[in-house]
């Protein structure tokens, strides 16, 4: 099993396509940095619009923890495209490329394969988000320095003190990390019905956009199903942004507004994983090798 | 003899197709089995079951005396395969999937060994090259070398030979002979070019349409004293009335629209030839054929007329 993971680890990271969603984020996050650096006080004086009359703000508003958080709302969105591109084609670029009927000739359980390569798609997913979270989280402390993270919500405004940010951060990017490590196990599952990789792709990133919307639309009919849809708990990583009040309406440093949310988010995110993982077994030991 | 692959009523149903029908064979240890049919005979598909890459709808598969369905890993440990194209990975080098696949099949070789058998199928000075620039061959014998990397007693080939240039074609059969004659190991090759298998196999199975049509000894099927020989002249009924009063006229079979059909020794062939200058008929043509070649066709194409029967 340790060797089957190796070297599904070792032709992830041989493969050109691999290295697209790297420098993907790479390019985004650049071009984000560069068109803050450059213009950053207009945007924060756009995004602060509505309240400069009401309150005054004093600081480095644009901070590292800032641009982080803008970064996020933007990357997640989009970031699950460039896990499935490597995890929808585990199987179906194996199948396309002919490989697949050759692994399969080797003495090696099929179980124990098909784990492996699913280990290694998490891998994969747990690299790419480390790497986000150097550019987006490290890179930008360095850039744009470290301050008090202002945050505006719907119907009011979160204020964090520069030293409670780190940790929410490093609960975000796990959170983040099993919410992509979801649609890695989707685009997984999808890539052993195809023979080539375009297909799983492209329902892995439909299943998403179509369970989004139905998580999103508020109609009453959806509200039954919504809590069961993992879309609708893959943006459970803003919860670690919200802080508690006392009866005062101050805020409690250290403290998550909603933990609760956040562990049932993640129950429901793993026990897609599971599911996701378990019926990809169930397929593959039944599947013919015809391609 | 234990044979070394026995398959008993093997059967493999795609929905509504057959295609391979209660199939029965076994193959000796160190023989050449020739696996021969036309296109989508179900070749493939019985090669896909004996490599557990398809799984069969009924039927048994035993391979070194146990079952394939219960004992898969021991068996595949002993097996080495290449199934249609040598498919390999196009972005590693032919050294790296030399080794990744020794890996997977249990074992860790040095780097001189894997050179060895980079050597042995000719690709040793091309070991650092990736994959994706080598031709159909290149890929072939490497498929070859990972197929014999681990040693195995078994390997099955099939079509080895598909999209080869005359050398390659003579590559791969100078190789299955030398597997079988020198390393002592038993190899199944199917293919649809009969021509192919008979230079090689020293056991057959003809199958069409997932059944099996004949099964046999090579040296009995390919009997050189049952050789078909088709001669074509100026005036083939000029020249059949001659034969019929000369010593050829017990060989002498039938008279077509094509020629004469006539049923002799392989090595009688040069007599013959000196006889119909004597007999001065005017040749044009003398194709020995196997009676074998013309089982084939009968049984495998549609509308085909036996030269031999009729």
């Known amino acids: ?57 004093e600081g480095n508003i644009l901070n590292g923890y800032q641009v982080c958080y803008i970064v996020l709302q933007v990357l997640l969105v989009h970031v699950p495209l460039l896990i499935a591109l490597v995890a929808a084609d585990m199987i179906s670029g194996e199948a396309n490329m002919g490989t697949l009927r050759l692994l399969l000739t080797k003495p090696i359980s099929r179980d124990a394969f098909l784990v492996a390569k699913f280990m290694a798609t998490m891998v994969y997913t747990l690299l790419l988000l480390i790497w986000l979270a150097i550019l987006a989280l490290f890179l930008n402390m360095l850039i744009f320095g470290t301050d008090d993270l202002f945050l505006l919500k719907s119907s009011y405004i979160v204020l964090l003190r520069e030293n409670d940010i780190f940790w929410r951060y490093c609960g975000a990017f796990a959170f983040a990390a099993l919410a992509m490590s979801t649609v890695a196990a989707l685009g997984f599952l999808l890539s052993l019905f195809a023979n080539n990789s375009i297909g799983p792709i492209v329902a892995t990133m439909s299943i998403i956009v179509f369970l989004t919307i139905l ?9 039954y199903v919504k809590p069961y849809l993992f879309t609708t708990h893959m943006i459970g990583w803003k919860e670690f942004f919200d802080i508690k009040v006392n009866a005062s309406n101050e805020a409690l440093s ?8 956040i562990v049932q988010s993640a129950m429901v995110l793993l026990t897609h994983i599971v599911l996701f993982l378990l019926i990809s077994i169930w397929v593959f030991r039944k599947k013919d090798i015809l391609s | 003899m234990q044979p ?118 000719g ?31 078994l390997i099955i080939l099939d079509e080895p030979t ?49 059944k099996k049509v004949k099964e046999g000894n090579a040296s009995e099927l ?19 009335a001659v034969l019929q009063n000369s010593a050829w006229q017990p060989y002498l079979e039938r008279i ?24 001065q008929i005017p040749l044009i043509s003398l194709q020995p054929r196997h009676s074998l070649e013309d089982y084939f066709l009968q049984v495998t194409t549609p509308g085909y007329v036996d030269t031999l029967s009729n």
């Open chain 1, 1 to 57: 099993m340790w060797t089957l993971f190796q070297i599904e680890v070792y032709k992830i990271f041989r493969r050109p396509r691999t290295y697209i969603a790297f420098a993907a984020i790479t390019g985004l996050i650049g071009i984000i940095q560069f068109g803050l650096k450059l213009d950053g006080e207009q945007y924060v004086e756009f995004m602060m619009r509505d309240i400069t009359s009401s309150i005054t703000i």
């Open chain 1, 215 to 223: 998580s999103t639309l508020n109609i009453p009919l959806f509200s």
């Open chain 1, 254 to 261: 250290g403290t998550i507004q909603h933990p609760m949310r």
């Open chain 2, 4 to 121: 070394l692959v026995k398959i008993t009523a093997l059967t493999k149903q795609f929905g509504h197709l057959t295609a391979v029908d209660h199939l029965s064979f076994s193959v000796e240890p160190a023989s050449v089995y020739g696996f021969l049919g036309q296109n989508g005979a179900g070749k493939s598909t019985t090669i896909r079951m004996l490599t557990g890459l398809i799984m069969p709808t009924s039927g048994e598969i035993e391979i070194f005396g146990l079952s394939l369905a219960k004992h898969k890993k021991e068996i595949l440990q002993q097996i080495g395969a290449v199934i249609e194209k040598p498919d390999v990975y196009q972005y590693l080098s032919a050294y790296d999937n030399l080794q990744l696949f020794a890996r997977l099949s249990g074992i860790r070789p040095t780097r001189v060994s894997l050179m060895d058998q980079l050597a042995q199928v």
């Open chain 2, 123 to 153: 690709l040793a000075d091309r070991a650092k090259d990736k994959v994706a620039g080598f031709s159909q061959g290149m890929k072939q014998r490497l498929g070859i070398a990972i197929a014999l990397v681990h040693q195995p007693q």
């Open chain 2, 162 to 210: 598909n999209g080869l240039d005359p050398q390659g074609i003579a590559d791969i059969r100078h190789l299955i002979i030398h597997l079988r004659t020198e390393m002592k190991k038993t190899v199944i090759v199917s293919s649809h070019l009969l021509s192919e298998i008979e230079q090689v196999a020293t056991q057959l199975l003809i199958i069409h349409k997932g």
């Open chain 2, 222 to 240: 390919f009997d050189p004293a049952k050789t078909v020989v088709q001669l074509s002249t100026e005036q083939n009924e000029t020249a059949w």
């Open chain 2, 256 to 279: 077509t629209p094509e020629g004469i059909i006539l049923k002799v020794d392989r090595r009688q062939i040069p007599a013959l030839h000196q006889s119909l200058v004597q007999l």
